[in-house]
């Protein structure tokens, strides 16, 4: 019998020993309780605990943990919004304090969870809110930072941290859909009628500064060319005088009578009006009086310019 009892020892001795050592996967910290009561905790690697007293109670992930969850929302104006989002969370370290709390707050890992979601889906709720269905989707940073706003103090105190919240999908009804389609289609098609009309006049008030700027110069062109023409016309007169002048001079000298030359002009202007008049009709009284008429009409003009040299 003493070997019996011998082998009895070693098989106590063995399980003694084998209940003593506990291993820690990297990333778990586990927690140890003596008759139910928090004790300490043990760390990755190779750890000793008193067998029969000290109990494993759990052993709790550290590394970041996610999960994802799909919920709907309200706006102000009663539009119905569809998210889908992913959960990215950890515990916030691995400190003795921590630890107990991410261990005793909640009965299990389920009703963690189940409190988790709920209370993303509640910030989110009550975000939403209070945005009307046409900003929501272009809030998904505002919604984010909202959510950890409110949450970061209540997971702290369970021993957590929200990593990130990412909305990977946020829809609408179908009938919003719809309307909303309608609403962007009718948008489009005011922007580009906005676009026509800002192009036409445009176009119009480039056309009207072209036209305004060709009758500025037409009429600069034709001041100009009335000008020259004045001068033209000054230049003529001022040699005919001097021509006039000298003709006199040289009859004076050589004592003819002044009629001779008003008679040699009066030629010379028929013989113009026949040459240049480029098929114009132009009436001449060619009767004896009618000359005679034009001769004391040119021989008082000659007096009126000897009297006003």
């Known amino acids: ?28 910290v586990a927690v140890i309780t003596v008759f139910g009561k928090f004790s300490r ?20 992930s550290i590394q970041n943990r996610s999960a994802e969850l799909g919920f709907q929302a309200v ?27 991410v261990a005793f707050k909640f009965v299990d890992e389920r009703n ?13 709720r ?19 930072e909202a959510v950890k706003d409110q949450l ?43 676009n026509e009309g800002q192009a036409l006049l445009i176009t119009k008030t480039k056309a009207a500064e072209a036209e305004g700027n060709a009758i500025k110069i037409s009429a600069q062109a034709e001041k100009e060319a009335s000008q020259l023409k004045g001068q033209g016309i000054a230049l003529f007169r001022e040699e005919v005088a001097k021509g006039m002048a000298v003709a006199a001079q040289q009859m004076q000298t050589a ?23 480029k098929g114009n009709v132009i009436f001449l009284d060619g009767s004896i009086e009618g000359m005679e008429n034009n001769m004391k009409k040119l021989m008082a003009l000659e007096r009126l310019d000897k009297t006003n040299p």
């Open 1 to 28: 019998m003493p070997g019996i009892g011998m082998i009895i020892l070693l098989v106590l001795i063995v399980l003694v020993l084998f209940l003593s050592f506990v291993t820690v996967q990297q990333g778990t």
């Open 41 to 60: 905790i043990l760390r990755p690697g190779l750890n000793f605990k008193i067998p029969f007293i000290e109990v494993v109670f759990k052993k709790i």
């Open 75 to 101: 706006t102000i104006d009663q539009a119905n919004v569809n998210f889908t989002a992913m959960l990215l969370y950890s515990v916030i370290n691995n400190e003795e304090e921590t630890i107990k709390s």
């Open 112 to 124: 963690f969870m189940q409190a988790l979601v709920r209370s993303v889906e509640g910030s989110v």
């Open 126 to 144: 009550a975000f939403v809110a209070t945005k009307k269905q046409s900003e929501v989707l272009i809030l998904r940073k505002e919604i984010v």
């Open 152 to 194: 970061d103090k209540t997971l702290e105190e369970w021993g957590y941290h929200l990593i990130d919240l990412q909305l990977n999908d946020i829809t609408f009804d179908e009938e919003v859909m719809r309307s909303m389609a309608k609403v962007v289609a009718s948008n489009n098609l005011k922007a580009a009628a906005e």
């Open 255 to 277: 004592n003819l009578d002044s009629s001779l030359i008003l008679f040699s002009m009066w030629t010379e202007a028929v013989k113009n009006f026949a040459q240049e008049g």
